[in-house]
């Protein structure tokens, strides 16, 4: 599994949510870095891998852990 | 020797947070045992939720500002002074003219809008998130005869509900002019949706949809340009527009910038539940300041001050630190300039629309004025 070069913990993020912490911290990463949010929105499975194939990152896990989501994207662009 | 209790911020969380501590701390601080001070860098103390009521002209800006200090209790000391940099290391605040040494820091710099944030934005935007820009918006809007009119926005930024609202208030206000055949409105959002938080964008598109607003999602903000009036997106793709409305992304005070104990925003990392800057035991985040993953909003704020005051006394008086912020938060959602919603949510419950009514709305209208009441620490 790919190491994350940082973790954005968005649990408990219901508003803004947990994507928009990604976009944030998208932002200000270098293409190349992997971005890895926590969410315990269910919504966040979905809804993080249609925005990063829309702009064009690369979705490298979704995974179930205890009560939360583990997402992580690579900065392609 | 006193053990000094400094604010650092004179907005709704510092001015809160300072006026709680003076009532619940009011025997120590009058036998000398505490001090509490608020250091801000100006002397009036705006409402922001009112620049909305300001820009379709319903109240004038004259209505949501007072001065600082009297808003502040007498047991609260006050300074103004541009703090240019927080040493952590030897507890003290620095500006050019002067230190100030803390016991205990409570960091309440807030967050503001970066205009500059997207290339060729800052010439071209009209905006609601200043007391000016609010003023100008009104006065473009007092004037328009028509066209499209786009509202883009970026993350993170204060009040999250704040951009749907403009937009519903946008269309109430033409058709209440008799022009809303001439405006086309265009809401725009960078997601697959019209908001983040599922509940609300199925409240607002129900909304849209009924009211003839158009909506572009998957929105995202690359350059603006000026001379052709159009935004250009991370899809190659071109919007026209004619009045544009912007919420960039907002960026942490500018001396937790220079002192370099945020993240590459400003925003300082925080304890989600005892809201101590991590890393640090004398040293409190609260407010828009933090990089808490919630929303950046005066409830907010409220919420986190009445669990941190509690912790502060506790701390005063030799006893553990065990209240704990559980994320909970609070917003009007204005549905039109005559009905609203209202959500409320924590770490643990999603938002969840109330049904929209004009109760509401009068509530949210009252709470304009009684907002002086939280700010003094009263409610």
């Not at chain 1, 992997?34 to 490298?60: F, Q, R």
């Not at chain 2, 502060?312 to 065990?322: F, S």
Request: charged fraction near 25%; glycine fraction near 8%.
């Amino acid at each position: 599994m790919a190491q994350a070069t940082k973790t954005i913990d968005a649990r408990g993020s219901f508003c803004p949510g947990p994507l928009m912490e990604l976009i944030k911290a998208t932002r200000a990463a270098e293409v190349g870095d992997v971005l890895e949010v926590l969410s315990n929105d269910a919504g966040s499975a979905k809804d993080i891998p249609e925005w990063a194939k829309k702009m064009g990152h690369t979705v490298l896990y979704v995974e179930e852990a205890e009560g939360y989501w583990k997402i992580a994207i690579k900065k392609e662009r | 020797m006193a053990m000094r209790i400094v604010v650092l911020g004179g907005g709704t969380a510092g001015t809160t947070v300072a006026n709680r501590l003076a009532r619940a701390l009011r025997p120590e601080i009058r036998r000398g045992a505490v001090e509490v001070t608020v250091v801000t860098d100006r002397d009036r103390h705006w409402y922001q939720p009112g620049y909305l009521f300001v820009v379709f002209n319903e109240r004038p800006l004259e209505d949501f500002v007072r001065p600082e200090r009297a808003l502040l209790l007498p047991d609260v000391g006050m300074v103004v002074d541009a703090i240019t940099r927080i040493d952590l290391e030897r507890k003290q605040l620095i500006s050019p003219h002067r230190h100030y040494p803390y016991d205990v820091l409570v960091i309440a710099t807030g967050s503001y809008p970066d205009f500059q944030s997207v290339p060729g934005l800052a010439e071209v935007t009209y905006n609601f998130y200043t007391p000016e820009g609010a003023e100008r918006l009104r006065d473009r809007l007092t004037t328009w005869t028509g066209g499209r009119i786009m509202i883009v926005q970026d993350v993170p930024h204060k009040c999250p509900a704040a951009p749907v609202e403009v937009t519903l208030m946008l269309d109430d206000y033409f058709r209440r002019r008799r022009l809303r055949d001439r405006v086309e409105i265009v809401y725009t959002y960078p997601i697959g949706r019209v908001h983040a938080a599922e509940p609300i964008a199925d409240w607002a598109k129900q909304q849209f949809d009924a009211r003839g607003i158009r909506y572009e999602t998957f929105f995202n903000m690359e350059a603006v340009d000026p001379k052709r009036q159009v935004v250009l997106t991370m899809d190659g793709g071109e919007h026209p527009f004619d009045l544009l409305i912007s919420i960039p992304a907002h960026k942490g005070a500018g001396v937790i910038l220079n002192s370099g104990i945020g993240d590459e925003s400003g925003f300082i990392p925080t304890d989600r539940h005892t809201l101590k800057m991590i890393g640090q035991d004398d040293v409190y985040v609260l407010g828009d300041a933090t990089n808490l993953p919630i929303s950046k909003a005066g409830s907010t704020a409220h919420y986190q001050a009445e669990v941190l005051v509690k912790n502060l006394v506790d701390r005063v008086r030799g006893l553990p630190e065990t209240h704990l912020y559980n994320g909970k938060v609070a917003c009007f959602l204005e549905n039109s300039l005559g009905d609203a919603s209202f959500i409320t949510f924590d770490y643990d419950r999603p938002p969840k629309p109330a049904a929209t009514s004009e109760l509401l709305h009068w509530f949210k209208g009252m709470y304009n004025d009684l907002y002086w009441l939280t700010a003094r620490g009263l409610m």
